[in-house]
């Protein structure tokens, strides 16, 4: 068992602020989009390269989200039902839903 001093404590502490800004420390965020009226909310998005967007079909009929490029998807959903995928390189990133392919929106990546 390692004892730790006052001192250690200390010093870690101090250097936790250093840490959290070296490049590669930032944390991935969440978004969420909404699908509800036949529509996405927000149509366009504006996300780091590496984060979550959450798909959340709120209609009663069922939706996807699916890049255009066919690099992403998610599963059909049901009305409640929601799925995440990882926006994984920078860039405008077009899609549009499966079953409604007149529904669009934007993600744009940095």
């Keep these: 068992m390692t004892k730790i001093t006052r001192r250690t404590a200390v010093a870690g502490l101090a250097a936790a602020p250093l840490a959290a800004s070296l490049p590669g420390a930032a944390m991935a965020a969440t978004h969420q989009i909404s699908i509800e009226g036949?529509?996405?909310?927000?149509?366009?998005?504006?996300?780091?390269?590496?984060?979550?967007?959450v798909f959340t079909n709120?209609?009663?009929?069922?939706?996807?989200?699916?890049?255009?490029?066919?690099?992403?998807?998610?599963?059909?959903?049901?009305?409640?039902?929601?799925?995440?995928?990882?926006?994984?390189?920078?860039?405008?990133?077009?899609?549009?839903?499966?079953v409604h392919p007149n529904m669009k929106g934007l993600i744009k990546a940095s």
């Design 58 to 98: 709120n209609d009663g009929a069922p939706h996807t989200g699916t890049a255009v490029d066919k690099s992403w998807s998610t599963a059909r959903l049901g009305k409640g039902q929601s799925e995440e995928v990882v926006i994984s390189t920078a860039g405008d990133h077009s899609y549009f839903c499966q």
């Design 38 to 53: 036949f529509k996405f909310n927000p149509a366009e998005l504006s996300v780091a390269a590496g984060d979550t967007v």
